[in-house]
């Protein structure tokens, strides 16, 4: 069960692991932006941090639909889509956010939900000028982009969701006794060393700890019914070897309207070479770019 163990702690992470902190209300920790470009946008009393990269000329669909990346729990942009992004960028503007509490997004005083950081990415449409675009949502940012797709419908082209769940049930058994027990010491290393990369205080990688860990601990299924009610084409992907369970993302993907399925060899986010997987093969990230971009080119409206 070894490949169970590291997906675990990982999601719990990436999921949203277990952590104890003070939220911080101060201005953002802002760095000179890097390339191709960053920077902040004031939403929903949030500064919020966003990249841009790759096609720039695709930012407001004049050309094509620009695809915006929303990172899981405990992560960032980098540790969640430092190798694929790259690939994604190829033929397309990628615009990739840090949400609440994560990497350059600082902590404020407010509830931190699926549902605000949905609210929060649609926010940051309005201010890039983004009228729709197609979404990846990895791990908790899958979480948040079918909220995404139900608050805000209007914004949504195509949905790509890559091991997340919406169910308690979609876990692997032992997740939720992990949760309960688990602690900032359990969080992996490399995520700590990436957000104290960004905001070096000790207060800033413990409230994303707390933020996440809570928030797991507190999920609630989204019904049926309201995944129904989205209409976006969605590609649902999974590892076979997951933190999520295949059988639900299988549950998912029938759910949904308009839904396709990839099951890809790997563990938690495997296929698109996150932090937690570094020994992956190049080829692995290209075969997934290939499946993301066969569905985002072949359901042009």
Known sequence: MRFAVMPLLAIALIAGAALSARAQTGPPNRRTPGPPESGYARVNGLDMYYELHGMSDDLHGEVGTPLVLIHGGGSTIG???????PLLARSRRVIAVEVQAHGHTRDIDR????????DDVAALFDSLGVRRADVLGFSNGGTTALQFAIRHPAKVNRLVIASANFKRDGMQPGFWEMMQKGTFA?????YKDAHRAIDPSEAGVHAMYERDSKRMLAFEDIPDASIRTIQAPTLVVVGDRDVIRPEHAIELARTLP???LAILPGTHGSYLGEIMTPDVSPRVLE?????VDEFLGSMKR
């Open 79 to 85: 540790t969640n889509f430092g190798r694929v992004l």
């Open 111 to 118: 509830p931190f939900t699926f549902q605000q950081d949905a």
């Open 186 to 190: 359990d969080m992996p290393q490399p």
């Open 258 to 260: 308009n839904a396709r």
């Open 287 to 291: 075969s997934f770019v290939a499946i």
